[in-house]
Structures are given as structure tokens and as C-alpha cells.
């Protein structure tokens, strides 16, 4: 039969594993967030990209006509 000591032990080594598990996860999830933010920065200066370029073609446009 297991004393109470044994049991403590069993108890704390199964919070310690939890808490190890949460970690990895929080880590893994700010990996993931500043994946994110790359991906929208990037994004956004291909927008703007892309706007500075419309914005050329209506001023070449109505200089041609």
C-alpha cells in the first residue's frame, strides 16, 4: 500500500509534467504569433505596394489623356 509520502510525490510529479505541458504551450504559441506578425507585415507592404502603383497608373493615365 502506498503511504501518503508516495502519494504527495505521484501528485507533484504529475503537476510538474501539466505545468511543463502548458509551458510548451504557451511557448509554441507565441511562435505561432510572431509568425503571424510577419505574415501581416508583409502583407501589408504588399498592399501598399500595390496602392503606390494604382495610385501611378490613374496619374499616368490622366497625363496621357
Known amino acids: 500500500m502506498a ?3 508516495t502519494v504527495n ?3 507533484m510529479r504529475e503537476r510538474e509534467r501539466e505545468v511543463f505541458q ?3 504551450g504557451i511557448d509554441e504559441l507565441s511562435q505561432l504569433f510572431k509568425s503571424i ?3 501581416v507585415i508583409e ?3 504588399i498592399l501598399d505596394r500595390i496602392d503606390y502603383n494604382m495610385d501611378n497608373v490613374v ?3 490622366e497625363g496621357g489623356v
Open 37 to 39: 506578425s510577419t505574415m
Open 9 to 11: 510525490a505521484a501528485i
Open 22 to 24: 502548458i509551458a510548451k
Open 3 to 5: 503511504g501518503p509520502t
Open 43 to 45: 502583407q501589408g507592404t
Open 59 to 61: 496619374m499616368k493615365t
